[in-house]
């Protein structure tokens, strides 16, 4: 990852693990105030980091709904028209800091990690994933991703 990838993901991830149940855009702290939490919720909020210009996380995992999907679609719609649906349900970001690492036991079992398959070890690694599908928040590269928070 390049550094400043790295500290936009370890941001977004240190803000999924301390997200209020409440976001009260009108509390918002000023730059100076701001901690990688804070600027974490803020990315987690921000529809313009999508390639629609119309999508946050927050869309698809709502504060108000623990962290999971809005309304009652079995997956939710992105792309860059929002006319594409998603891979699978909404998984509640609720817990995440229990998630155990990606491990296989002795009987072949999978567990942990991030991802639907656990192919993410880290929160941190996670996070490009959505950002970059084209079915979610479209993003072309990484190196575009960056240039929008810029």
Same mark, same amino acid.
């Given at each position: 990852?390049t550094?400043?990838?790295?500290? %936009? ?10 997200? &209020? ?8 702290? $000023?730059?100076?105030?701001? $901690? ?7 990315? *987690?909020?921000?529809?313009? %980091? ?11 995992? $709502? ?26 349900a ?11 690492? *990606? ?7 999978? $567990?942990?990690? *991030? ?9 941190? &690694? ?5 950002? %970059? ?18």
């Amino acid at each position: 990852m390049t550094k400043s990838w790295s500290h %936009l993901a370890a941001a977004f991830a240190v803000s999924l693990l301390t997200l &209020a149940a409440c976001h009260n855009p009108a509390e918002t702290p $000023s730059a100076s105030d701001l $901690s990688a939490a804070d600027i974490g919720e803020l990315i *987690f909020h921000d529809v313009s %980091l999508s390639a629609s210009d119309k999508q946050s996380c927050a869309s698809c995992h $709502s504060p108000e709904h623990a962290h999971a999907q809005p309304n009652a679609l079995s997956v939710q719609m992105g792309g860059v028209l929002l006319d594409q649906p998603g891979t699978r349900a909404v998984p509640s970001l609720r817990y995440l800091n229990k998630t155990p690492p *990606f491990s296989v036991n002795e009987e072949g079992t999978p $567990s942990g990690g *991030f991802n639907h398959d656990g192919s993410a070890e880290t929160l941190s &690694a996670q996070v490009e994933r959505p950002l %970059l599908a084209a079915n979610e928040m479209a993003n072309v590269t990484r190196a575009h991703m960056i240039e929008k928070i810029r």
